[in-house]
T-cell receptor, first 113, second 114 residues
Framework: ETGVTQTPRHLVMGMTNKKSLKCEQH?????MYWYKQSAKKPLELMFV???????ENNSVPSRFSPECPNSSHLFLHLHTLQPEDSALYLC????????????FGPGTRLTVL | AQSVTQLGSHVSVSEGALVLLRCNYS??????LFWYVQYPNQGLQLLLK??????LVKGINGFEAEFKKSETSFHLTKPSAHMSDAAEYFC????????????FGTGTRLLVSP
């Protein structure tokens, strides 16, 4: 595997379910990001981790819970989501944190029923 | 605060025609600017970026962009469109205050007709 991978690619869940999204980067980067992409809206930065430490939480509801066990892996744990949380969730990584060139995964298309 | 505005949510061109996607930025300091492309069912891919130096930046797939400070613009161009260029294009600026991050525009969908 090369670049940034995300699993699953598609997820359908009910509002009472608990699920997790996984991201893995094979680029040796230090920083990882979660973004939410909704139709007709700009990409929304959700969380940033730098060297496994969370450095940004962009006022994301607590029903989204990130986890970064090491610099190569990033998870987004989901519970009691709402239909408006349906979106494409993108993971990215970069060598430095913040605005350095970011490399994106293919995303997970999430549908909340 | 830094921001970008992309004019036109959709742009349609014929194959072989010039592609011009517009991006204007707002920044009180010299900006770092990026163009990303997103093909269907894929993540974003970096096309090109401007940091410092030469104002005409060349990217992948024949795209280029020119940083014009006087116009606060960073428009993306390609001389001749291919069908494979059909995708969504995002302009982004790196913030320079507080936590540095990318702020994206709303995107422009490029449609290429035969």
């Amino acid at each position: 595997e090369t670049g940034v991978t995300q699993t699953p690619r598609h997820l359908v869940m009910g509002m009472t379910n608990k699920k997790s999204l996984k991201c893995e980067q094979h680029l040796g980067h230090n920083a990882m990001y979660w973004y939410k992409q909704s139709a007709k809206k700009p990409l929304e930065l959700m969380f940033v981790y730098n060297f496994k430490e969370q450095t940004e939480n962009n006022s994301v509801p607590s029903r989204f819970s990130p986890e970064c066990p090491n610099s190569s892996h990033l998870f987004l744990h989901l519970h009691t989501l709402q239909p408006e949380d349906s979106a494409l969730y993108l993971c990215a990584s970069s060598q430095g944190q913040g605005g350095d060139t970011q490399y994106f995964g293919p995303g997970t298309r999430l549908t909340v029923l | 605060a830094q921001s970008v505005t992309q004019l036109g949510s959709h742009v349609s061109v014929s194959e072989g025609a010039l592609v011009l996607l517009r991006c204007n930025y707002s920044s009180s300091v010299p900006p770092y600017l990026f163009w990303y492309v997103q093909y269907p069912n894929q993540g974003l891919q970096l096309l090109l970026k401007y940091t410092t130096g030469a104002t005409l930046v060349k990217g992948i797939n024949g795209f280029e962009a020119e940083f014009k400070k006087s116009e606060t613009s960073f428009h993306l161009t390609k001389p001749s469109a291919h069908m494979s260029d059909a995708a969504e294009y995002f302009c982004a600026v790196r913030t320079n205050t507080g936590f540095q991050k990318l702020v994206f525009g709303t995107g422009t969908r490029l449609l290429v007709s035969p």
